[in-house]
DNA sequence: CCCTAGTCTTGACTAGTTCAAGAAAGCAGG
DNA sequence: CCTGCTTTCTTGAACTAGTCAAGACTAGGG
């Protein structure tokens, strides 16, 4: 399903042991970006069977730990991973679903990091969130009315 | 320890019933900033005896949905509470210790809040997030390396 | 003062994640 | 190709932050 061989050689890359669980869970990130840690584990179930969630859990770390994944989470939200880590793009998220989409920087590469007074803080980074309403959700809004509690 | 006839004045101003409870939560969420549930139930505790969990929990999302209290989660973090809540001010949040500092916004009254695509959301809010090292943690960094594991 | 809706207490329960011990597997060197 | 060391995986228990639910209590209008 996803070209392993690729995968495989940025693992190496990473200097890390190659082993189908890293393997799955790296292309489950690919080809399910923005998903929690239960729906990737499914997703690596489908294509190795019998791998154990802590696994998956281990695989997340070390992935992005050495940078091959982001980690992200809204809050009220469970952790989410996406497989973008080189540009430091943001992230709008539903309200009402809880669905999650990329944004590009708007104001140049880095914008918002010039924050007035950090009280002495060294900042490494700005993490913007958007929050709002997602086309299906706005949709749903208007149209059906009453339909959630 | 605070002045209780003005919080009672905010309940009643936002339509809730004064209750002990309530008055502890939101002058513990006053005196302590950025803190914990764990921690603002141990300060409530400290002036009404034997509050329930619960009741903290409870009152602690009555107050924010009346809009007296604002609700911070950056992530990998519990869920945190503080009282500015009418101007739109952003965090500073500590990598190492987690701690947090309040950021006004840098640019006008609403910055950020202009995403280039945002793929058909309807964005109501923009929630920036500054990581970094907080004074005490980048001075322990630099002078007692090699204590912390 | 009484009544009722709203709030609090008590205690069980859940989701998501981490911890720990031993078995299995990757890969560098011979 | 085989060996052995080290990392990673499996198994299963434990933990934390938070939620759910039933009944007792109480704020505040009448």
Redesign the interface.
Known sequence: MEPAPEIERLLRAADLRVTRQRVAVLAAVRTLPHADTDTLLRAVRAEVDGVSHQAVYDSLHTLTAAGLLR???P??SV?RYETRTDDNH?H?V?RSCGSV???????GPA?????????????????????????AC?TADTTTREVAP
């Open positions: 980690r992200i989470q809050a009220g952790v943001h709008v539903c989409a990329d944004v590009d920087c708007a104001v914008p918002c990091l010039t924050a007035s007074d950090t009280h002495g803080f060294v900042v490494d980074e700005a993490e913007v969130i958007f929050w709002g309403t997602c086309p706005s």
